[in-house]
Structures are given as C-alpha cells and as structure tokens.
C-alpha cells in the first residue's frame, strides 16, 4: 500500500495557524523565526507578534466555532494583522 508523505508544498493541510505559532513560540525555535517576523514591514516587537497571534486565535475561533460574529474594529485588526504575516512572506518570497 502507497502512502502520501508531506511535502513541503503540502504542510499547510496539515497544521493550523495555532499549530504554526506554537512552533514558532518555541524556545529553541523563535531565535530562528525571530529575523523574519520582527522586521520591517512585518511585527514591531514580540509583543505586537503576540497580540496579532492572540487576536487572529481569538477571531479565528470565534467565527469557526459559531460563537459570535465581529465588528468592524475586530475586522481592521485581522486586516492589519493579516497584512503583516502576508508582507513578511512577500519579503521573503515565500507568498
């Protein structure tokens, strides 16, 4: 019997955003993540990061588990957030 691995192009079928900031999070991973995320363009500070992470979790979850709608000001968050992840992989051509 044939079974499919992941690939790299692949990855993103198989994680969450939560799981992705989890690895990220990690101790001995974010000095590796850090260069690329708090850079301009993308995150001011880790403590930006971790509110854009926080507030994309928070929305996220409470559209796909039926437990509210947002507003207009939670929306321009998720925008501004967005952006940032999309401008950090527009630098790095990996969009």
Not at 45 to 53: C, D, P, R, T, W
Not at 66 to 74: L, S
């Amino acid at each position: 019997m044939h079974k499919e691995h992941a690939t790299v192009d692949k990855v993103h079928d198989f994680i969450s955003f939560g799981d992705i900031i989890t690895i990220v999070r990690r101790a001995d991973n974010f000095s590796k993540f850090e260069p690329y995320l708090i850079a301009r363009g993308g995150f001011d500070s880790i403590n930006q990061l971790e509110s854009g992470a926080r507030t994309i979790n928070e929305l996220r979850g409470r559209t796909m588990h039926g437990r509210g709608h947002f507003n207009e000001d939670d929306e321009a968050l998720l925008n501004g957030y967005l952006g940032k992840f999309e401008n950090i992989l527009k630098l790095k051509g990996l969009e």
